[in-house]
């Protein structure tokens, strides 16, 4: 892709807005910022990060400064169809994901993961798995290490192991995975999505330029999916508990994980106990990962020595400290009802759960009862917590507070020795923090102030 001496609009200057600008500037590209913060704030980051000398830039909202360029680049976090991208669609301005764009930048195989919940730790475990065996691979993408920080640094024999969200598919027009992976389908992101079908219509752009020599993997154990694959133009493979004979894939037989290749011919891989992560949904993580990285060509021998060593993500699932008894775990990446109810099922009883931020609008009925049947306590915060308190009273006892400072001091008092405090908020963050892993991190700072009672 030549970009030298383009005209190119960045819409939000976040990490992604951020790292597209850095490297479209490095590659010879006349750069125009464009984003919501106050001019203070902008100008601030710019300098943080090199760039104030190097770029144009407007704060306090997108004008029609936008429009005098050659395309957009959009960062996920921003709507397709704020007012300025409206008319630059009607001017014929091409509009990309930051993906799209380092995917034309980029070379090499690239290994994308998307789903709605299981995306991070499946990346990451995916990521291990090949760096055991080759030389040159790339993490990145929506788990917090923008595709465009690397793109330029990759070559024909790179593996990029990537991890896509919903939003950044929603603009792409070449990007292509060699192998695809979708986790799982559940409700997520209504406060974006005007129904549950346009969010999974988003997150099946992932096969929209896959062909024959590409392959999808997906989840045998959702019906949506297998309703899925007589449209695609591209392979299938699948992980599961009941793969119903489809193959190749990767399942659990006899306590085993067990690939099956296109042949039908069995690898066991390693046992049930062998992986240090815990938890039926980390099962399907771990099926889902090992697959992608057999189908690349990493040894099934290879893969029992990450799954030993590898205890999962940060702010999934992450115990944080013990104090007067109480186990504090950081589950911030719970940021939807599917992946707050995993986290209210692995985690051990009594238990008491902080939730709220930003509403997605989802339907709470088997939260609710996920609650109703694992908590004895939750305290609501943020943005939610009114619409969360009407679907909670009755079913447990609540209190709620003002931010997540005030959540932490309640439910450390609330709590006995031998109860669990558990952060799964089932939302966004972006009513009181920039985004999950912030709200995460200051979550444990708070509870590591914590004194004895």
């Not at 990490?15 to 601030?44: P, R, V």
């Not at 996920?76 to 994901?97: F, N, W």
């Not at 788990?143 to 939003?167: C, H, K, N, W």
């Not at 096969?207 to 993997?217: K, S, T, V």
Request: proline share 4%; charged share 25%.
């Amino acid at each position: 892709m030549d970009i030298k001496g383009k005209k190119i609009a960045i819409i939000g200057a976040a990490k992604s807005g951020l790292a597209a600008a850095k490297t479209l500037y490095e590659g010879g590209a006349k750069i125009f910022i464009s984003d919501i913060q106050s001019e203070e704030k902008l100008k601030a980051t710019l300098i943080k990060e090199n760039l104030l000398d190097n770029v144009s830039y407007e704060s306090n909202g997108n004008t029609d400064k936008v429009l005098d360029s050659d395309f957009i680049v959009l960062s996920p976090g921003v709507r397709p169809d704020i007012p300025v991208l409206v008319k630059a669609t009607e001017k014929h301005i091409p509009i990309y994901s930051e993906i799209e764009i380092a995917y034309r930048l980029s070379k090499g195989r690239r290994l994308v993961v998307t789903g709605s919940n299981g995306k991070t730790t499946t990346t990451t475990l995916l990521s291990l798995f090949c760096r055991e065996q080759f030389d040159k691979v790339f993490l990145g993408g929506n788990i917090g290490i923008p595709m465009m920080s690397f793109a330029r640094q990759t070559t024909y024999d790179s593996v990029q192991v990537l991890e896509v969200s919903s939003f950044q598919l929603e603009t792409i027009c070449d990007f292509r995975p060699d192998i695809g992976i979708i986790t799982n389908f559940f409700e997520n992101h209504l406060d974006r999505y005007p129904n549950y079908k346009a969010y999974i219509d988003a997150k099946k752009n992932i096969a929209l330029n896959m062909g024959p020599n590409q392959c999808l993997i997906l989840n045998a154990d959702q019906q949506l999916m297998l309703e899925m694959e007589p449209a695609l133009k591209c392979k299938t493979a699948w992980f599961g508990r009941d793969i119903k004979d489809k193959k190749p894939a990767v399942t659990i037989k006899n306590n085993n994980y067990v690939y099956i290749n296109a042949n039908g011919d069995e690898t066991t891989l390693f046992n049930i106990n062998s992986p240090k992560l815990i938890g039926s949904h980390n099962q399907e993580n771990i099926m889902c990962a090992s697959l992608a990285a057999i189908l690349a060509g990493v040894e099934p021998k290879r893969l029992e020595k990450v799954v030993k060593e590898f205890s999962g993500v940060e702010h999934r699932l992450e115990w944080v400290r013990e104090v007067s008894g109480i186990n504090f775990i950081n589950d911030s990446k719970g940021t939807n009802c599917a992946a707050s109810i995993t986290a209210l099922k692995a985690c051990k009883m009594p238990l008491i759960l902080i939730a709220g931020g930003r509403d997605k609008g989802t339907d709470l009925t088997e939260w609710v009862e996920t609650i109703r049947q694992t908590a004895r306590g939750v305290i609501l915060f943020g943005e939610a917590k009114d619409r969360f308190r009407v679907a909670l009273e009755g079913v447990v006892p609540l209190k709620t507070a003002q931010n997540l400072e005030q959540s932490v001091n309640i439910a450390y008092q609330w709590a006995d020795a031998g109860d669990t405090v558990l952060l799964s908020p089932a939302c966004s963050s972006y009513d009181q923090y920039p985004n999950f892993e912030v709200r995460g991190q200051h979550f444990k700072e708070l509870v590591n102030k914590l004194s004895s009672k």
